[in-house]
C-alpha cells in the first residue's frame, strides 16, 4: 500500500517562502511520477506542479510559474514543492499524488495516492 505524507506547511506573511516535503513508501519510489496539487476553502482541487520518475521534467500551473519549484529525490523517496513569492491566494491544503502506474507524460491523467494535506496559510 502506497502511503504519502506531507510536511513543512505553516503561517507566512506574503512574499515569504515555505518548502514542502512529502515522503513516499510502499513501492519504488523512483518508477513513478509524483505531482503536487491544493484546494482552497470553498473551491475545488487545483493542480500545482508535477515531476517525471527522473526528476527531468516538469510541469507547473500558470498561476504558480516562476515561484513554485517541484523537485525530488530518489534516495530519500521525498518530493519537495519550494515555494517563494506567497501570496494570500496561495492558502490552501497542499497535498501530494502519485499515480497507480508508470506514465509516460509529466502529468498523469490519475492519481490513485494523496497524501493527508498540510496548511499553508499566507498573511497579507
Known amino acids: 500500500q502506497v502511503q504519502l505524507v506531507e510536511s513543512g506547511g505553516g503561517l507566512v506573511q506574503a512574499g515569504g517562502s515555505l518548502t514542502l516535503s512529502c515522503v513516499s513508501s510502499?513501492?519504488?519510489?523512483?518508477?513513478?511520477?509524483m505531482a503536487w496539487f491544493r484546494q482552497a476553502p470553498g473551491k475545488g482541487r487545483e493542480f500545482v506542479a508535477a515531476?517525471?520518475?527522473?526528476?527531468?521534467?516538469?510541469s507547473y500551473a500558470d498561476s504558480v510559474k516562476g515561484r513554485f519549484t517541484i523537485s525530488r529525490d530518489n534516495a530519500k523517496n521525498t518530493v519537495y514543492l519550494q515555494m517563494n513569492s506567497l501570496k494570500p491566494e496561495d492558502t490552501a491544503v497542499y497535498s501530494c499524488?502519485?499515480?497507480?502506474?508508470?506514465?509516460?507524460?509529466?502529468?498523469?491523467?490519475?492519481?490513485?495516492?494523496w497524501g493527508q494535506g498540510t496548511q499553508v496559510t499566507v498573511s497579507s
Open positions: 499524488a502519485a499515480p497507480s502506474k508508470a506514465w509516460d507524460t509529466v502529468k498523469t491523467p490519475e492519481y490513485a495516492y
Open positions: 515531476i517525471s520518475w527522473s526528476g527531468r521534467s516538469t
Open positions: 510502499g513501492r519504488t519510489f523512483s518508477s513513478y511520477g
